[in-house]
């Protein structure tokens, strides 16, 4: 635990170094933290957008759209951490401002999620679009029990699929998804011999991260429930 949390906090810090000289030039225009908040909430409307409009102009084929709209989801992830630091930076910080922002995150990951069920379900990936709405009520859950356990008193943060996790998740395989239709075709299904279904189609690349992100983000929500309840008790126990 203590080891995947140094992993993250080192890769999070290398990332700020890289992006900190962007934020100090989004300062200088006078972006706030809730307006750089607000243009990820945008964007990921975009990406809403995207997998509506290809589901309902492409035919099952097309992978494009699961492309375009993987790329949009990075870089509107990047929008989550570039926020923080202009609070930071630019010496920004308000209650307010980190409510927004976590309002403003689960809406962005609803939306989300409302384009790919919606893109699954017209394109009749039924099967995968219920793992979609799974790994949805995951993602919300494991937001919930950490808001909820710090009204409660006590702050939890552990788990393997925290929202960063699953934007670049999500967004990367979408993105490899359609790069790979362009090259492979979005049509194409591998069989083995003797058995009369596929086991694998250029989908699937997009699909079975959703499938893992199904467990893995209501494993998180579990485990941080069950991290909540200890910490509770040590409170209580000090009380």
């Avoid at 999070?12 to 225009?29: A, N």
């Avoid at 999620?113 to 793992?131: E, K, P, Q």
């Avoid at 808001?147 to 960063?164: D, N, S, T, W, Y």
């Avoid at 429930?225 to 409170?235: I, S, T």
């Amino acid at each position: 635990m203590a080891q995947q949390t140094s992993l993250r906090t080192n890769l999070q810090l290398g990332i700020y170094r890289v992006i900190d000289p962007f934020v100090k030039v989004l300062i200088k225009v006078g972006l706030t933290p809730n307006a750089v908040t607000l243009i990820g909430f945008i964007l990921n409307i975009g990406v809403a957008g995207i997998f509506i409009w290809g589901a309902e102009e492409s035919t099952r084929d097309d992978l494009s759209e699961v492309g375009w709209a993987g790329a949009l989801i990075l870089f509107a992830g990047l929008f989550d951490m570039l926020d923080g630091q202009v609070a930071r930076l630019g010496n920004m910080k308000s209650v307010f401002g980190a409510l927004f922002d976590s309002v403003l995150d689960r809406y962005s990951e609803l939306i989300m999620f409302l384009g790919i069920c919606y893109y699954l379900v017209a394109n009749h990936y039924f099967l995968s679009s219920i793992f979609a709405f799974v790994a949805l009520i995951g993602s919300m859950m494991v937001s919930y029990v950490r808001a909820r356990a710090e009204g409660l008193g006590v702050e939890i943060k552990g788990g393997l699929m925290q929202r960063p996790e699953r934007v670049v998740t999500i967004g990367l395989f979408a993105l490899i998804c359609g790069v790979t239709s362009a090259y492979i075709g979005g049509d194409f299904k591998w069989y083995i011999p003797g058995i009369k279904y596929h086991v694998f189609e250029t989908m699937s690349i997009f699909t079975v991260p959703i499938t893992i992100l199904a467990v893995l983000t209501n494993l998180t929500a579990f485990r941080r429930l069950m991290d909540a309840k200890k910490a509770l008790g040590e409170l209580n126990n000090q009380g």
